[in-house]
C-alpha cells in the first residue's frame, strides 16, 4: 500500500512540473561546479578490488574491497552488467555510524556522495545510502561504489573525485582525490544475456 502511494505522488509531482515549464524548456540540468575542495580530508577514496586482485566489475556476488589509490593514479573504467560504462570507488574512514553492509536498504547506511569532475566541472555522480563494513583494523569501508559515466570517453583523462559521507548522527567525512581514468576496464557478466 505504502508503495503504491509513493509511486502516485511521484506520479503526480512529476506530472505537475512537466507542466510547469515553457514549450522548449530544456529538461536536463547544465553541469554544474565541482563541490569545494574538503576541509578536512578524513575520508580515503580508493579503487575497487576483488579478492583475486583484478579490478571489481560489478558481477553478482564479487567481493569487493578496497584498493589503495596514489593520487594520479588509474581507475579503471568497467562495462558493467547492463551495458553501462562505470568507474568503480570505495571509501574508507573512521567515526561514523557505518549501517549495515549486508542490507542495502537499513535505515541506519550513511549517505555517500561521489562527484567525478574535470578542470572543476561534474561529469558523474553517484548518491546512495551504503552500509560500511569494518575492515579489522579500526577502519570502516564502503567497496564497489559504482560511477556510471554515461557514455562519457573519460580514457586517459586527468580527472577528480570529490567524496562526501553523512552518517545518521550527521557525522561529515570528506576527501578527494585526482586520477586517470582507465582504458578499457573488465566487463561483467550480462546479467539477463540474449539468445
Known sequence: MTRGVLLACSALVACASVG????????DAAPRDAPAPCAAADLELGGCRREDGAACTGALGETRGFAELVEGGEVPIVTGPQGAAMLVFSARTTGIVAGDPTDPLAATNPLVEL?????????ALYRGKVGF?????????AAGLF????GADLGGLPLRVHG???DRAGARRCGER?????????AAPARNPTR
Open 147 to 150: 560511477v556510471i559515466t554515461e
Open 115 to 123: 562527484v567525478v569532475s574535470r578542470d572543476g566541472v561534474e561529469l
Open 164 to 166: 562526501l559521507v553523512v
Open 133 to 141: 563494513a569494518d575492515d579489522g583494523a579500526g577502519r570502516v569501508v
Open 20 to 27: 510547469d515549464r515553457p514549450p522548449g524548456a530544456q529538461v
Open 178 to 186: 585526482g586520477f586517470v581514468g582507465g582504458r578499457g576496464g573488465a
